[in-house]
């Protein structure tokens, strides 16, 4: 294996997940998604402002962000990668430096949305039981709270756990801790919002629902994609 593929790995890891996917989808549109809505440029603002199918296509396409780094990481490297890694520490590594370019992206003047769509592709791409773990609990609290941050908070928990639980990667249990709280993190308004009942509700392309999530919110809530 050629010794630099690792280290071009890891930076198209990083581009493709700050490629700004919301921003396209809208701007195609004709619309600013950074001015609109809670400003974010995740699936659920994109849902909520242009309506279900183009934030579907911005949920799945950021999905794919951190599932392609990981399934180039893993079919592309041979163990041990860099001299430490296996295959599967590696995939992590890339899936991370995709969600990271997602919250982080230098096309947005290194700023994002809160990388749950990206970190689910990197689950599906580096730790597929994981994913269903963590997103099965996601599609069961979206379908009775209709709060995509509650739903975000405990999945994202639920990550952490299953991590340790379920990872073939000693590295990657340890990653999903570190990438989980810093996600639980950025969620500490959302959380404040939760306990003092404000935190609202995801509906499709709702008008209603956009200036209250202006009003309310103002930076950012929800800002879960």
Request: with cysteine; net charge positive.
């Amino acid at each position: 294996m050629n010794p630099l593929l690792p280290w071009g790995l890891m930076l198209l890891s990083y581009f493709i997940g700050s490629i700004p996917i919301g921003v396209l989808v809208a701007k195609a549109k004709g619309i600013d998604i950074t001015q609109v809505g809670s400003g974010n440029v995740g699936a659920t603002n994109v849902a909520r402002v242009l309506g279900k199918g183009p934030g579907l296509a911005v949920f799945l396409l950021d999905v794919a962000k951190g599932l392609v780094p990981c399934l180039l990481a893993t079919n592309l490297t041979s163990t041990p990668v860099l001299g430490m890694m296996t295959r599967a520490d590696f995939a992590f590594v890339c899936g991370v430096l995709a969600m990271l370019g997602h919250m982080f992206s230098p096309f947005l003047k290194f700023k994002g949305g809160k990388g749950i769509a990206t970190g689910l592709g990197m689950l599906f791409g580096a730790a597929p039981l994981v994913a269903v773990a963590a997103f099965g609990v996601f599609l069961v609290l979206m379908a009775i709270t209709r709060i995509v941050s509650l739903s975000s908070i405990v999945a994202t928990v639920v990550m952490v756990t299953s991590g340790f639980i379920l990872s073939n990667s000693i590295v990657g249990s340890w990653v999903l801790l570190a990438v989980g709280t810093f996600v639980l993190v950025k969620h500490i308004p959302n959380m404040k919002r939760l306990r003092e009942g404000t935190e609202s509700k995801f509906s499709f392309g709702s008008k209603k629902s956009e200036q209250g999530e202006s009003g309310q919110e103002g930076e950012g809530s929800n800002k879960e994609s």
